[in-house]
């Protein structure tokens, strides 16, 4: 019961309140909270521009399974926390969540989706990430047993149906990145299109582009990068077969890899025996904020992103916003970010040698990679994590009837 979980300092009121329910879970040991980090993050900005409570609702879990959480003190947060069953579906959430003005779901677990016939007289928006074709580009992606993955394309296709009359029903869509909003948006009555990001406005690349942008005019080799798990769902066996060709083309270059994976050992391996070990350089995982956006920033000139499917990856948003242009595979999600202004290159999916050929380029053309650079930073700007959260709030507060 909610009652049992609620921090005794929130006193129930009149204002309005909004239920969060991430895809996260989330632990409570007394008065201490194990969140994941970018949800809490999130929800602090929610409960700072919505007019009312915040509450978020997430399933029982153990901390050892929330990748990148820590504790909070449940008494300091901004906001109510109530814990759901471990496999809590859309009848859990609405027996939580009958006091809401309005409910924000994730449409991308299947666990949710009754939730708009269960609360009629709450609206419900529901965030929506990957399109069935996404999904099913996974599933291709992934290696393993056929009779499982023809299984799990199976589970996708049936249960498409039901998940496209939920997002219609819902009272708002939130779509992250182009390929959701294309598809589930024009069936909704109030869609919203957002780029998830975790750059901040104070780790923006900002003014500071100008400067990074004459500086790739000097000729130096060009600094690449990559940063992401280290699996084929990635596209991280796409790197190092770029990186061979460019340096069979001549082109100066050093590649950084950030990330670790399955499939690190082998590449590791597979540099040293091409040749590489001295210009490709392993990095394993590194801190997003200390580590990974300081030297984008000021390091790196472009990003190589092969990703054979359309995950509306945050990885987009916050490079751009380091002013640094991407140089990747032509997937949805990437076209997208592309039709937002000139901030990168891309080659259709699969082909790792017409990537590095628009590297190669790139670097003959100084002033076109400056230009290219001026555009990442451009297109970042209006979408970084506190605005993207303002514009994300706004819509529910329009749909709750509150602005």
């Known amino acids: 019961m909610w009652a049992a979980t609620m921090s005794p300092i929130r006193q129930p009121d009149a204002s309005p309140l909004l239920v969060v329910v991430?895809?996260?879970?989330?632990?409570?040991?007394?008065?201490?909270?194990?969140?994941?980090?970018?949800?809490?993050?999130?929800?602090?900005?929610?409960?700072?521009?919505?007019?009312?409570?915040?509450?978020c609702l997430s399933r029982e879990?153990?901390?050892?399974?929330?990748g990148y959480g820590a504790w909070y003190d449940r008494a300091s947060l901004p906001f109510e926390v109530g814990l759901l069953p471990r496999n809590g579906a859309a009848a859990d959430i609405a027996a939580a969540a009958g006091d809401a003005s309005l409910i924000l779901v994730g449409a991308d677990d299947y666990r949710v989706l009754k939730l708009v016939d269960l609360v009629r007289d709450v609206p419900v928006v529901m965030i929506i990430e990957y399109t069935l074709r996404t999904r099913l580009d996974i599933v291709r992606t992934e290696q393993g047993e056929y009779l499982r993955r023809l299984k799990v394309t199976w589970w996708f296709i049936k249960t498409e149906r039901v998940r496209r009359r939920s997002l219609a029903r819902a009272a708002g869509l939130q779509a992250n990145g182009r390929p959701a909003f294309d598809v589930y948006g024009p069936n909704n009555r109030q869609p919203l299109l957002y780029f998830d990001t975790r750059l901040r406005s104070s780790d923006f690349i900002g003014t500071?582009?100008?400067a990074k942008a004459?500086?790739?005019?000097?000729?130096?080799?060009?600094?690449?990068?990559?940063?992401?798990?280290?699996?084929?769902?990635?596209?991280?066996?796409?790197?190092?077969?770029?990186?061979?060709?460019?340096?069979?083309?001549?082109?100066?270059f050093t590649l950084d890899i950030f990330g670790d994976g399955s499939m690190r050992s082998q590449m590791q391996a597979d540099a040293a025996v091409g040749g590489l070990s001295e210009i490709v350089t392993f990095h394993g995982p590194v801190d997003f904020d200390t580590a990974l956006v300081p030297t984008l920033k000021s390091s790196i000139d472009l990003f190589l992103c092969c990703h054979p499917q359309a995950d509306p990856s945050c990885t987009y948003l916050e490079t751009l916003g380091c002013g640094v242009p991407i140089v990747g595979f032509a997937n949805e999600a990437f076209r997208g970010v592309l039709d937002l202004g000139p901030?990168?290159?891309?080659?259709?999916?699969?082909?790792?040698?017409?990537?590095?050929?628009?590297?190669?380029r790139l670097s003959a053309d100084r002033a076109e990679l400056a230009r290219l650079t001026l555009g990442a930073a451009e297109v970042a700007g209006p979408r970084l994590f506190e605005n993207t959260f303002v514009q994300r709030v706004g819509h529910l507060k329009a749909v709750a009837g509150l602005s």
């Open 208 to 210: 500071d582009a100008a």
């Open 343 to 360: 901030c990168g290159l891309s080659s259709p999916i699969g082909d790792s040698d017409g990537v590095a050929d628009h590297v190669a």
């Open 22 to 55: 991430p895809n996260v879970g989330m632990a409570i040991d007394g008065e201490r909270v194990f969140l994941d980090i970018k949800a809490a993050e999130g929800l602090v900005l929610y409960a700072s521009n919505w007019p009312g409570r915040v509450r």
């Open 214 to 252: 004459e500086g790739v005019k000097a000729g130096a080799p060009l600094r690449l990068a990559y940063s992401g798990r280290l699996e084929r769902l990635k596209g991280a066996h796409y790197l190092l077969p770029i990186a061979s060709r460019l340096k069979q083309k001549g082109v100066p």
């Open 61 to 66: 879990a153990e901390p050892t399974s929330i």
